[in-house]
Structure formats: C-alpha cells, structure tokens
C-alpha cells in the first residue's frame, strides 16, 4: 500500500494541480506524517495560504488509511491510521530485509574515487577518513541504484618518491623486515628520514629533483628499487583495505598516466588552448575568475594537472563512466574548480573526457594529542588501530570470559573497527574532526559501539522469543510509536545521504534510532506483553536490528550479534 500515491490522487481530485510537487515530510511525525505547504498555491487561487490550507482541508476526501487532516496555519498536516502505518512499515522491512530502501540498479555507470594512498609513504589517519568516507559514499549510491565503480588513484611518481628512494639508498640502516605489516612501519620511516633530510640540508631538493627525471628516464638501478619499494608499499595497502572491508575495482598509479597526460598538454598548445609562458603551459581561466592553471612544467615534467586530465580521459574511455566523484581534501579545492573547469571547456570541444566532481571534506585532529606518533610527524593507520584494539581487546575479554580467544579477538577487532568507521562517518564531511578514540570506543554516546550494540540488544531479544503470529498491530505506547516512525523515515533519509553524498546523515539516523530502541527497551515489555501484543512486539524489535544493520551496512560497519 503506497500511502503517499493515496494522498496524492486524493489532493488532484481536490483541484490540487501537481501535487506531488508541493507534497513533503514533516522532520517529526507529531507534525504529521505528510504536510501541504500551500505557498506556491496563493498565487493560483490569489489568497493566503492560511486560507488555501483551511479550504482544502475542509474539500479534501481523505483514504482509509488516513485519520484526518489539520490545517495549521499556511500547512495542511495528514495523519496515518496509527495501526495501518504500523503494519505497513513493519510488514515491508521484514519482507525486504536487506534490500529494503534501496532502489534497482541504473545502468549508466558512476566512479568514486578515493583513498589515493601514495605508494611509499606512510598510510597515515587523514586516510582512513577518506577511504571511509569513500567507501560508504559508494555503497550510499549503489543503495540508491547506480552502478559504482570504485577507484583508487595513487601517487607512485614524484618528490615523494625520490625522498623515500634517497633514504632508501643512502640513509637506511635498517634490515628490511619480514613481516608485510612492519614493512609498511618501515617504509613510513624511510619517507620521514628523507624528507627529514631535505629540510635540514636544502641543497638536497635540487637532487631529488634530478632522481625524478632520472627515474622518468629509465635509470636502471633507480628504476629496480622504486618497483621493488612500490610493490612492498602496495602489498601492505592491500592488507589495510582487506582490514578495512574495502575492495576496489580499479587501481590507477600516477606512472600510467603521465605520458598520455604530457601528450595531451601538448597538443593542446597546439590547438591553442593551452600556451606558453615562462616554457611552462598554461591554460588561461581568468574570465572565469580562476587563474591560470599551470598544465605542463617548464622542463616538460608531468603536475597533477597533467595526470588528471589524462585520468579523467581513460575513466571515459576505458572505463566507461559518465560522471567521477573524487573524495579529496578541502586542501585541494581551488585546484579542482581550476581542474572541472578546463574538463568542461575540453569536453564541449571534443567530448572525450569524464564529469567530475569534487568530493570535498575537511582534517582529522586527534583531541589533546593524547596518542604520539613512533614517527614523530604522523599518527598511521596501524598506531590508530592498534590503540583502539587493544582497548576493545581489553573491554571484551572483561566481559565475556567464558568466551574462546579467537572470538573474543574477532568481536574486539571490529568493535574497534566501528569507533574507527562511526568516527569519521558520525560528522558532516565539511567539518574538522576532533577525534577522541577513547571516546569512540564508549558504548554510550554517539558511537559505532553503541549502535552495534543496541543492534545486539535487539537480537538477544529475539533469541529468546518464540513464534508467535501478530494478532494486533495496535502499537498505541508512544515509545513503539516513535520507533515506528523512525524507521518508516529510513527510505528518505538513504535518499538524503545521496543527494547531499553525506554519509553522516546516515550516523546521524541510525544514533536517533538506537536511542530510541534502547528508550523503549527499558519501558516496553517484549516477551512478556500482553498476549495480543507479543507478536507485533516482537516483529518491531525484528525491523529495528534489520534496519540498525541496513545502515550500518552503508557504513560499512558489521553489526555483531554479541557485546
């Protein structure tokens, strides 16, 4: 039954022209469960719309499934039968389950790209808020129907490089180690000594210079140790993204389009487009009120600029995609205007190269700096887990000690995993985090934890209950209809996190509705209710831990059964 579609046929026949264009959801269902803004309708009808509201308030022939219709000043607010919305949102989200709220699959394809972990350096927090945010954006728009392709640009050419290779060849004293996890720690140390290098000794940035165009130009035993370092680097990325539970389809490193991007730039001096100035290649964006933007340098050595634009022809080309979303710092946001719109300019001419859009989000910050870094400038990925682990580690093991270790290690790890996850994801992408991990490892408060564990709460409550048929969906307590309402708003608040690419109102959503879960497990009997109320009960307490998991899931989060 489509309450909506009722409504809307109902408010035609009341003289309403495009109603669905006028029709919306309150933010809280006292307010009613759909609301008429009559605004747009006062020039039609030339009257208020406090008027307007009244009238077809007083017209309008509601369905069954409405109880009645309130005009409150320029609003007309309807309300749904309590027991027929009750049955209608839970008997939908059992019978959907994970697939409820989501639409089918488009067939034109999208990219996300994300992570861009530069090979040889250290996989430091600043990731791991953009392979969340990434990884959660991309499974927020396959839950509204399009078809992602998840790309990974990184950085495997450049000063960066030449730094970490410098080290490598002339101030490493270490064994390389075994283990591919301690591989990662050391090569984060070799990026930290080179650069350490440059800064102290500034006669040193000229050489790191020349290794770039020595490395460009084939140098053999440059050339040996760079593919030796980048495939080390590579493998420990992999066992992050594996940790992680990311898996891209597509990993793109700067070397693979640098020719094609030094080519490119060139021919657009010949066609004009871009010219020169100072022997580097400029393409002029001043009417635009964005500069020049710098596409070649001087010595005809390849800038981000360069790469990007081959980048986004082979994301057209070879990977088909209309429209890429790149999830980068804020850092970078100037240079992207200046990027999307040379792209615009080049595609009107040629239609070769893919939409781009800038994903843009803001620092990580560790709260007080409580947590220092080994390296002494960045805090990684494995010193942030690692705390946190041993923490969730702690917590567990406390509590459950007739448990085997490798249960207790696997509950642990993704405890740990969901303050990481809900810690990047539980605020708007535009604004600093402030990251406190003992905060986010809490199981009450704003947290990943929390939410797993309501979800577990919820399922505890379920193992224990019987089958039992529903022989009333008269859920009158205002704790059920509450809960009741906030899952029925699940569908647009998935829709939202799309349109705006906010994973955090999707956070935002599943705390409101863990609160709210924990609120009426503390006032409602379950298990023990009245006979005619069990079965409905417990088909609420059903809909709450498949929807607490759906979100979870666009969070990329695990929901566990046991805390």
Same mark, same amino acid.
């Not at 490089?161 to 390389?176: G, P, W």
């Not at 066992?239 to 060139?266: M, P, R």
């Not at 009997?525 to 009245?530: K, Q």
């Given at each position: 039954?489509?309450?909506?579609?009722?409504?809307?046929?109902?408010?035609?026949?009341?003289?309403?022209?495009?109603?669905?264009?006028?029709?919306?959801?309150?933010?809280?269902?006292?307010?009613?469960?759909?609301?008429?803004?009559?605004?747009?309708?006062?020039?039609?009808?030339?009257?208020?719309?406090?008027?307007?509201?009244?009238?077809?308030?007083?017209?309008?022939?509601?369905?069954?499934?409405?109880?009645?219709?309130?005009?409150?000043?320029?609003?007309?607010?309807?309300?749904?039968?309590?027991?027929?919305?009750?049955?209608?949102?839970?008997?939908?989200?059992?019978?959907?389950?994970?697939?409820?709220?989501?639409?089918?699959?488009?067939?034109?394809?999208?990219?996300?790209?994300?992570?861009?972990?530069?090979?040889?350096?250290?996989?430091?927090?600043?990731?791991?808020?953009?392979?969340?945010?990434?990884?959660?954006?991309?499974?927020?728009?396959?839950?509204?129907?399009?078809?992602?392709?998840?790309?990974?640009?990184?950085?495997?050419?450049?000063?960066?490089?030449?730094?970490?290779?410098?080290?490598?060849?002339?101030?490493?004293?270490?064994?390389?180690?075994?283990?591919?996890?301690?591989?990662?720690?050391?090569?984060?140390?070799?990026?930290?000594?080179?650069?350490?290098?440059?800064?102290?000794?500034?006669?040193?940035?000229?050489?790191?210079?020349?290794?770039?165009?020595?490395?460009?130009?084939?140098?053999?035993?440059?050339?040996?140790?760079?593919?030796?370092?980048?495939?080390?680097?590579?493998?420990?990325?992999?066992?992050?993204?594996?940790?992680?539970?990311?898996?891209?389809?597509?990993?793109?490193?700067?070397?693979?389009?640098?020719?094609?991007?030094?080519?490119?730039?060139?021919?657009?001096?010949?066609?004009?487009?871009?010219?020169?100035?100072?022997?580097?290649?400029?393409?002029?964006?001043?009417?635009?009120?964005?500069?020049?933007?710098?596409?070649?340098?001087?010595?005809?050595?390849?800038?981000?600029?360069?790469?990007?634009?081959?980048?986004?022809?082979?994301?057209?080309?070879?990977? #088909? +995609? /209309? %429209? &890429?979303?790149?999830?980068?710092?804020?850092?970078?946001?100037?240079?992207?205007?200046? =990027? !999307?719109?040379? *792209?615009?300019?080049?595609?009107?001419?040629?239609?070769?190269?893919?939409?781009?859009?800038?994903?843009?989000?803001?620092?990580?910050?560790?709260?007080?700096?409580?947590?220092?870094?080994?390296?002494?400038?960045?805090?990684?990925?494995?010193?942030?887990?690692?705390?946190?682990?041993?923490?969730?580690?702690?917590?567990?093991?406390?509590?459950?000690?007739?448990?085997?270790?490798?249960?207790?290690?696997?509950?642990?790890?993704?405890?740990?995993?969901?303050?990481?996850?809900?810690?990047?994801?539980?605020?708007?992408?535009?604004?600093?985090?402030?990251?406190?991990?003992?905060?986010?490892?809490?199981?009450?408060?704003?947290?990943?934890?929390?939410?797993?564990?309501?979800?577990?709460?919820?399922?505890?409550?379920?193992? #224990? +209950? /019987? %089958? &039992?048929?529903?022989?009333?969906?008269?859920?009158?307590?205002?704790?059920?209809?509450? =809960? !009741?309402?906030? *899952?029925?708003?699940?569908?647009?608040?998935?829709?939202?996190?799309?349109?705006?690419?906010?994973?955090?109102?999707?956070?935002?959503?599943?705390?409101?509705?863990?609160?709210?879960?924990?609120?009426?497990?503390?006032?409602?009997?379950?298990?023990?209710?009245?006979?005619?109320?069990?079965?409905?009960?417990?088909?609420?307490?059903?809909?709450?831990?498949?929807?607490?998991?759906?979100?979870?899931?666009?969070?990329?989060?695990?929901?566990?059964?046991?805390?």
């Amino acid at each position: 039954m489509d309450f909506e579609k009722e409504l809307l046929k109902a408010l035609s026949k009341a003289g309403i022209e495009k109603p669905e264009e006028l029709l919306e959801q309150p933010p809280q269902r006292e307010m009613g469960d759909f609301a008429l803004p009559c605004f747009r309708l006062a020039k039609k009808f030339k009257k208020n719309p406090n008027e307007i509201a009244s009238e077809i308030e007083k017209k309008i022939k509601l369905p069954k499934s409405f109880t009645n219709a309130i005009a409150k000043g320029p609003y007309l607010n309807f309300f749904l039968d309590e027991s027929i919305f009750a049955k209608n949102t839970i008997e939908k989200i059992l019978k959907e389950k994970e697939n409820y709220g989501l639409e089918k699959k488009k067939p034109s394809k999208i990219i996300v790209e994300y992570c861009q972990a530069n090979p040889m350096k250290a996989f430091h927090i600043g990731h791991v808020r953009n392979i969340c945010l990434g990884e959660s954006i991309a499974r927020i728009f396959e839950a509204n129907g399009m078809n992602v392709t998840r790309v990974n640009y990184g950085g495997d050419v450049g000063p960066h490089v030449s730094k970490t290779l410098y080290a490598y060849q002339n101030l490493n004293k270490e064994k390389i180690p075994e283990k591919i996890e301690e591989k990662g720690a050391w090569l984060g140390r070799l990026y930290a000594q080179g650069a350490k290098a440059v800064r102290e000794n500034p006669e040193l940035e000229q050489k790191m210079r020349d290794m770039v165009v020595e490395l460009e130009q084939g140098n053999k035993s440059l050339v040996k140790d760079w593919e030796k370092l980048r495939k080390m680097s590579l493998e420990y990325f992999d066992t992050i993204y594996d940790s992680l539970n990311t898996k891209f389809d597509k990993i793109i490193l700067e070397s693979e389009v640098e020719k094609e991007g030094i080519k490119i730039a060139k021919q657009l001096q010949k066609e004009g487009f871009a010219y020169e100035d100072e022997g580097a290649l400029i393409v002029d964006l001043t009417k635009y009120n964005l500069e020049k933007f710098l596409v070649l340098k001087s010595d005809g050595a390849a800038l981000y600029s360069t790469k990007d634009m081959a980048l986004a022809k082979m994301k057209k080309q070879k990977l #088909k +995609a /209309e %429209k &890429t979303y790149n999830v980068v710092g804020s850092e970078q946001k100037f240079y992207f205007q200046q =990027l !999307i719109k040379t *792209l615009e300019l080049l595609d009107k001419k040629k239609n070769e190269y893919c939409e781009t859009e800038h994903v843009s989000y803001e620092l990580v910050r560790l709260e007080g700096g409580k947590m220092a870094s080994r390296e002494g400038n960045v805090i990684t990925y494995a010193e942030l887990f690692n705390t946190i682990f041993e923490n969730t580690y702690k917590e567990t093991k406390s509590r459950h000690k007739d448990w085997s270790e490798k249960k207790i290690l696997e509950n642990a790890k993704q405890i740990g995993l969901a303050s990481i996850k809900f810690g990047m994801l539980g605020h708007d992408k535009n604004k600093v985090i402030i990251f406190n991990w003992e905060k986010a490892t809490s199981l009450e408060g704003e947290t990943g934890p929390f939410i797993q564990y309501s979800y577990a709460r919820a399922k505890s409550i379920l193992k #224990k +209950a /019987e %089958k &039992t048929k529903i022989k009333s969906f008269n859920l009158t307590h205002e704790k059920e209809k509450e =809960l !009741i309402s906030i *899952l029925a708003n699940y569908e647009n608040k998935v829709k939202e996190a799309k349109e705006s690419i906010s994973p955090h109102k999707i956070a935002y959503y599943l705390i409101e509705l863990a609160s709210a879960f924990n609120s009426f497990y503390h006032e409602v009997r379950v298990l023990d209710a009245e006979e005619e109320l069990i079965g409905a009960r417990v088909a609420l307490v059903e809909s709450v831990s498949q929807i607490l998991k759906n979100g979870l899931d666009l969070l990329n989060i695990r929901a566990i059964e046991e805390m």
